[in-house]
């Protein structure tokens, strides 16, 4: 029940394309889920997080869509740029400061 | 303000030592946590604190121990080091029980 599963593992995307990424949780105490973002040898850095008061959040090229009846979740990359080229993680935390995260998601963005 | 800093970046040690992960936070910030990453798993919680003198076991503590005696410092102790605690571990530090800033990691081999 602690579980997020995220996929895909790996995604290949031609720039100017959308990227996809999913996650799904089985928790229902979680109360906020965070999106991160992580280029090799760095440490995962916050991209954007949503609440399940609301079913979509943006930040520029970034959208979160949030299906509470569902208990899932995704990342949308708007045209996608070489420069969005990392790993990407999901997570839940339901305040207690235990984070979940999902496996990631290794985005190529091809030029 | 330098945000959450890791010492050492590499460390090879044999089956057996004994080490201590530095963590430390120049942010003032009251929660902090311990994650160790390996391919294919996403992130996993080892050990937090929500303050200076208290702790708490996250998803996968054996073999690790922590204190936090002051708000700026947060140490990981591998007692007796095995080779499966190969792996990149990762600091973190929040405001809040929702927010974490994560240093640039350290990646540990044990042989």
């Known amino acids: 029940q602690q579980q997020v599963k995220q996929s895909p593992q790996s995604l290949i995307v031609q720039k100017g394309g959308i990227s996809i990424i999913n996650c799904a949780y089985e928790n229902t105490a979680f109360d906020y889920f965070p999106w991160y973002q992580q280029f090799p040898g760095k440490g995962p850095a916050l991209l954007i997080a949503?609440?399940?008061?609301?079913s979509e959040k943006k930040e520029g090229r970034f959208t979160i869509s949030f299906n509470k009846s569902a208990k899932q979740f995704s990342l949308h990359i708007m045209d996608s740029q070489p420069g969005d080229s990392a790993t990407y993680f999901c997570?839940?935390?339901?305040?207690?400061?235990?984070?979940?995260f999902g496996t990631g998601t290794r985005l190529k963005v091809l030029a | 303000n330098a945000g959450v800093t890791q010492t050492p970046k590499f460390q090879v040690l044999k089956t057996g030592q004994s080490m201590t992960l530095q963590c430390a936070q120049d942010?003032?910030?009251?929660?902090m946590s311990w994650y160790r990453q390996d391919p294919g798993m996403g992130l996993r919680l080892i050990h937090y604190s929500v303050g200076a003198g208290i702790t708490d076991q996250g998803e996968v503590p054996n073999g690790y121990n922590v204190s936090r005696s002051t708000t700026e410092d947060f140490p990981l102790r591998l007692l007796s080091a095995a080779p499966s605690q190969t792996s990149v571990y990762f600091c973190?530090?929040?405001?809040?029980?929702?927010?974490?800033?994560f240093g640039p990691g350290t990646r540990l081999t044990v042989t």
């Open positions: 973190a530090a929040g405001r809040s029980s929702y927010e974490q800033y």
């Open positions: 949503i609440r399940p008061d609301v």
């Open positions: 942010m003032n910030h009251e929660y």
């Open positions: 997570a839940a935390t339901s305040g207690t400061y235990k984070y979940i």
